[in-house]
């Protein structure tokens, strides 16, 4: 068709009408009605078939008519039964945020005879484009205030601890799977907390995989092995450590629990091994939390001038070339991450590691969960937080569990080092 195109056009050039007329058909038949209108106009040839008598042409505007449109078409080439009318207007506010719909659809159009329907701005559409928008009420008119306002305290509502959420709607579980030592329905313990089956089926899960619940027969579960065993008296740190060794395994790293106390970064408890060795302490991490994923989870859970009274006792050091030194550089990185998202040591304590944290308040002190990898590999250090994160409520549950802070590990097992920078 290309080709034959080729030779019409060849020969309109020459002075050929009926390659003109073939033309305009063609570029008609695809709705491109500017070209078809550029090939109708030819001036008419001197060409062998000028003389003859050939059929008049459809009308340009009888067209535009049937097809209800003023159609200027280029590319791709479509048929013409392709073409429907154009939509009315109303359809189109469907793309508008909700506020602006709503206040247009309060709001009855002038019906103007060339721009078709135009909305005169009321109080409610200024308030709704304000609130949209996330405008400054300060210099906003009174009318578009409420809107702006709004906007810019649904912004700052934002989830700020959905680990810690999640901890408490286990713990509600755990309490029901207590009270009936015999096994309890999954039912009966929707019953009693209250929660949706959504929630109840994630805080189950959670349950199960750090064995404080275990089923006992389909939808029916009972206090596992680690609940009976602090319910027996034993240390709070034993469960700990059992649940950091767990999620060793899980991320293939070593894992870390550390806390802010008495203004100091102190780690806690940790698990590693052989292929998941812990980082080497070269600088005190009490030195380091401007350039420690450890020391940025617990420095993100402080209020700003706590932030810099530990600064001010601990200058911002650089490490290595990687180092942030600077705190406001240091402050934005901390408050602009989203809920639950980890914070990275991107080789700032020391070249050739990279670690993460989560923070998991428990509502008294800062707290977190972190891991350290000896490889710089973005990847794998993505796909380790991301598992780090994930089960970062199973550390959480197993710290409100416990119900006492664990004891640092002893120096010779492992360097204090182990902090996960």
């Not at 008296?233 to 070593?254: I, M, N, Q």
């Amino acid at each position: 068709m290309e080709a034959a195109q080729f030779w019409f056009q060849y020969a309109a050039g020459a002075g050929s009408d009926t390659a003109a007329r073939a033309l305009y058909l063609l570029h008609l038949s695809r709705a491109e009605i500017t070209t078809a209108h550029h090939w109708r106009n030819q001036p008419q040839g001197t060409g062998p078939d000028s003389r003859e008598e050939l059929p008049p042409l459809p009308s340009l505007d009888t067209v535009e008519d049937t097809l209800h449109a003023s159609i200027i078409w280029a590319s791709p080439p479509v048929s013409t039964t392709e073409i429907t009318p154009t939509p009315p207007a109303e359809p189109l506010l469907r793309n508008l945020p909700a506020p602006i719909r709503y206040a247009l659809d309060a709001t009855a159009p002038e019906d103007h005879e060339e721009l078709g329907d135009i909305y005169t701005p009321t109080p409610r559409l200024a308030s709704a484009l304000a609130r949209c928008a996330r405008l400054d009420p300060a210099g906003l008119a009174a009318e578009a205030k409420p809107g702006a306002r709004l906007a810019r305290r649904s912004k700052r509502q934002q989830p700020v601890n959905t680990h810690l959420e999640s901890a408490q709607r286990a713990l509600r579980v755990l309490e029901v799977i207590h009270r009936h030592p015999e096994g309890v329905s999954r039912t009966q313990i929707a019953r009693e907390t209250g929660l949706p089956q959504l929630y109840l089926a994630h805080a189950i899960e959670h349950l199960v995989r750090t064995q404080l619940a275990t089923p006992i027969a389909p939808r029916v579960y009972a206090a596992g092995t680690s609940l009976k065993l602090a319910e027996n008296g034993r240390s709070g740190g034993a469960l700990l450590r059992e649940t950091l060794a767990f999620l060793r395994d899980e991320v293939g790293a070593a894992v870390y629990v550390a806390g802010y106390t008495d203004g100091e970064v102190s780690i806690t408890q940790y698990a590693d091994s052989p292929t998941a060795p812990a980082v080497h302490e070269w600088v005190d991490f009490r030195e380091a939390a401007h350039a420690s994923a450890v020391g940025k989870a617990l420095l993100a859970q402080l209020h700003p001038d706590d932030r810099r009274e530990h600064l001010d006792r601990h200058r911002m050091e650089a490490f290595t070339p990687h180092t942030i030194t600077n705190p406001q550089i240091l402050f934005t990185e901390l408050d602009t991450r989203h809920p639950g998202e980890p914070l990275l040591d991107l080789q700032e304590y020391a070249l050739g590691t990279v670690c993460a944290a989560v923070p998991i308040p428990t509502g008294t002190e800062p707290e977190c969960v972190a891991l350290s990898l000896p490889t710089p590999d973005p990847h794998k250090l993505q796909q380790a937080a991301r598992v780090l994160r994930n089960e970062a409520i199973a550390v959480l549950l197993a710290l409100l569990v416990g119900g006492t802070t664990p004891t640092p590990p002893r120096e010779t097992t492992a360097p204090q080092a182990v902090i996960h920078r």
